[in-house]
Antibody, heavy 122, light 111 residues
Framework: EVQLLESGGGLVRPGGSLRLSCAAS????????MSWVRQAPGKGLEWVSF????????YYADSVKGRFTISRDNSKNTLSVQMNSLRAEDTAVYYC???????????????WGQGTLVTVSS | QSALTQPPSASGSPGQSVTISCTGT?????????VSWYQQHPGKAPKLMIY???KRPSGVPDRFSGSKSGNTASLTVSGLQAEDEADYYC???????????FGGGTKLTVL
């Protein structure tokens, strides 16, 4: 059974930093691209960042480019995102999401974690 | 990276059919067959319903179907059931140096 478990969310002040992690199990983690998707309270879904299966390719939404860094440790089946210079508008539930295809980008997500809440407030 | 356009709401009675649209441009929806649809119940994670315009993952009822014409994709839910009441989001591949773009979401109400 595929499981994705996010952690690391919490309250942080504007300008601060936070690191989210996603522990994956139930599939060959190193063979699938992964993404982070967020949802502000009462709002829609927003794709945030993508990393290829091997970690060599990364993409970011314009809203987080230069502030967020996605990474993965395939030896530990873990996806991470380092979030710096946080703003109030980064407040959201952050989901990690598994790509649908083995070994190449699918442009859809077949499994999602339950999410972790990040609140940016003074 | 402009969001795709969805109607904020849609509704139908049990047993009826409802179609939700998702409008983009030739740079996303119209340019690629990489449209997917997600269902999200309140407080829950999204669930994949349709991928690559019209393919259904295992376990998704065949009451859910997808299509595309030009720059607009559509999700049709036939034989509406109470449990179909949820938010629905479309996504599309959005070109190089990015990955996917989401629609704003549609709240489906079963009357």
């Amino acid at each position: 059974e595929v499981q994705l478990l996010e952690s690391g969310g919490g309250l942080v002040r504007p300008g601060g930093s936070l690191r989210l992690s996603c522990a994956a199990s139930g599939f060959t983690f190193s063979s699938y691209a992964m993404s982070w998707v967020r949802q502000a309270p009462g709002k829609g879904l927003e794709w945030v960042s993508f990393i290829s299966a091997g970690g060599g390719s990364t993409y970011y939404a314009d809203s987080v480019k230069g502030r967020f860094t996605i990474s993965r440790d395939n030896s530990k089946n873990t996806l991470s995102v380092q979030m710096n210079s946080l703003r109030a508008e980064d407040t959201a539930v952050y989901y990690c999401a598994k790509d649908g295809n083995w070994n190449y980008p699918s442009y859809y997500f077949d499994y999602w974690g339950q999410g972790t809440l990040v609140t940016v407030s003074s | 990276q402009s969001a795709l356009t969805q109607p904020p709401s849609a509704s139908g009675s049990p047993g009826q059919s409802v179609t939700i649209s998702c409008t983009g441009t030739s740079s996303d929806v119209g340019g690629y067959n990489y449209v997917s649809w997600y269902q999200q119940h309140p407080g829950k994670a999204p669930k994949l319903m349709i991928y690559e315009v019209s393919k259904r993952p295992s376990g998704v009822p065949d009451r859910f179907s997808g299509s595309k014409s030009g720059n607009t994709a559509s999700l049709t839910v036939s034989g509406l059931q109470a449990e179909d009441e949820a938010d629905y989001y479309c996504t599309s591949y959005a070109g190089s140096n990015t990955y996917v773009v989401f629609g704003g979401g549609t709240k489906l109400t079963v009357l």
